[in-house]
């Protein structure tokens, strides 16, 4: 059972590049999250979806897109890479009924 | 809007000793669910302990309780007999409701807690 699924878990990009992180879950969750986690500041949503097909911005979604094609993925993508986007990206999924959220173990993107 | 505040950037104490955490928030609903989740070193987001507003009792995990006082909005993690593993940042966390469709968790920054052996 491997639950939530982050690929990569580490990679380092150039300003202006673009790249895509994907979030896998096996427990049929309906609901699917992407935040970034930043020194000092907690988790902030960046896009989260309710289900396949949709999506919605969170918190902080400028410099990002999201795709839910599938149930079971999540995608997120960069366009046009930032230095501000270096962070820590956690995929998450939760069921409908159920109150816990569960992580992928995260992404460190640094962007030089 | 709902706001979560960790006043304690970071905490050390020695092994065994127990240790108490504090969270407060904002909220005007009713209704809510409060979280504390753990992160070791790992970055791997782990739930130690969660509690519904609606229940009076303070909700324990094994060496994990909680103080919740609703009136003052107030939600403190208390760990007993603290052990080395438990070295990690720790994140308090608040939902709104379950059953609506764009769920968030709002975090507050965090607390590093060190164990020393």
């Known amino acids: 059972n491997a639950g939530v699924t982050q690929t990569p878990k580490f990679r380092v990009l150039k300003t202006g590049q673009s790249m895509t992180l994907l979030c896998a879950q096996d427990?049929?969750?309906?609901?699917m999250y992407w935040y970034r986690q930043d020194p000092g500041m907690g988790l902030r949503l960046i896009h989260y979806?309710?289900?396949?097909?949709?999506?919605a911005k969170g918190e902080v979604p400028d410099g990002y897109n999201v795709s839910r094609l599938k149930k079971q993925n999540f995608l997120l993508g960069l366009e046009s890479a930032a230095p501000s986007q270096t962070s820590v990206y956690f995929c998450?999924?939760?069921?409908?009924?159920?109150?816990?959220?569960?992580f992928g173990q995260g992404t460190r993107l640094t962007v030089v | 809007a709902q706001t979560v505040t960790q006043s304690q950037p970071e905490m050390s104490v020695q092994e065994a000793e127990t240790v108490t955490l504090s969270c407060t928030y904002d909220?005007?609903?009713?209704?809510?669910?409060l979280f504390w989740y753990k992160q070791p070193p790992s970055r791997q987001m782990i739930l130690v302990i969660r509690?519904?507003?609606?229940k009076q009792q303070n909700a324990t995990e094994n060496r994990f309780s909680v103080n919740f006082q609703k009136a003052a909005k107030s939600f403190s993690l208390k760990i007993s007999d603290s052990q080395l593993g438990d070295t990690a940042m720790y994140f308090c966390?608040?939902?709104?409701?379950?059953?609506?469709?764009?769920?968030?968790?709002?975090w507050g920054a965090g607390t590093k807690l060190i164990i020393k052996p």
């Open positions: 427990m049929n969750h309906e609901y």
């Open positions: 509690q519904e507003a609606y």
């Open positions: 979806s309710v289900g396949e097909g949709t999506t």
């Open positions: 966390a608040f939902m709104k409701q379950l059953y609506i469709p764009n769920y968030q968790l709002i």
């Open positions: 998450a999924s939760k069921g409908h009924l159920n109150t816990e959220a569960f």
């Open positions: 909220t005007s609903e009713n209704n809510y669910y």
